[in-house]
Structures are given as structure tokens and as C-alpha cells.
Nanobody, 120 residues
């Protein structure tokens, strides 16, 4: 059974930092593409950052480049999103996403989401 469990969200002041975690199970993590998306109220879900399970390829939205860092720990099958210099516009529910092949089929799974609120 595939599971993605996010943690690490919360309330932080502008300029602060948070680290999100996504613990994955039920698939071969190193062969997957792991991403973080976010969705603010009234807005569409948008890609924040992506990385291969092996940590070899990275991608970031322009709005977070230089402030956010995505990484993985293969031994723990966990993806992370380090968020620094947070701004009020970063407030959203953050979702972990995993894309991989299983039984010759393309699979796409989402975590339950974790709330990040940036406010003074």
C-alpha cells in the first residue's frame, strides 16, 4: 500500500523557516519523482519543487528559487522541503506527490497535506 505522510507545517513569522517532511512507503523510492505542491485558498495547486528519488535532478518554481531547498534521504524513503525566508504569500497547504512506474503503469499519489501559515 502506497503512503505519503507529510509533517512539519505550522505557523511562522515572515522571514522564518520551516522544514517539511514526506515519509514514503509502498514503492521503490529511488525510482520515483518526488514533488512538493502547494494550494492557497481560492488558487490552483502549483508545483513548488521536484526531485528524483535518487536526488539527482532538481526543479523549482521561480517564486521559491534561492529560498526553498528540496532533498531526499534514500535510507529513510523521505523527501524534505527546507523553506527559508518565508513570506506571507507562501501561506498554503503543502502536498507531497510521488510519481513512479509500478506493474508497467504510471502511478501518481498524493499525501494528505500540511498547512503552512506565514503571518506576524
Amino acid at each position: 500500500q502506497v503512503q505519503l505522510v507529510e509533517s512539519g507545517g505550522g505557523l511562522v513569522q515572515p522571514g522564518g523557516s520551516l522544514r517539511l517532511s514526506c515519509a514514503a512507503s509502498g514503492f521503490t523510492f529511488i525510482n520515483s519523482w518526488m514533488s512538493w505542491y502547494r494550494q492557497a485558498p481560492g488558487s490552483e495547486r502549483e508545483l513548488v519543487a521536484g526531485i528524483t528519488g535518487g536526488g539527482g535532478s532538481l526543479d523549482y518554481a521561480d517564486s521559491v528559487k534561492g529560498r526553498f531547498t528540496i532533498s531526499v534521504d534514500n535510507a529513510k524513503n523521505t523527501a524534505f522541503l527546507q523553506m527559508n525566508d518565508l513570506k506571507p504569500e507562501d501561506t498554503a497547504v503543502y502536498f507531497c506527490n510521488a510519481v513512479f512506474m509500478m506493474d508497467y503503469r504510471h502511478k501518481n499519489y498524493w499525501g494528505q497535506g500540511t498547512q503552512v501559515t506565514v503571518s506576524s
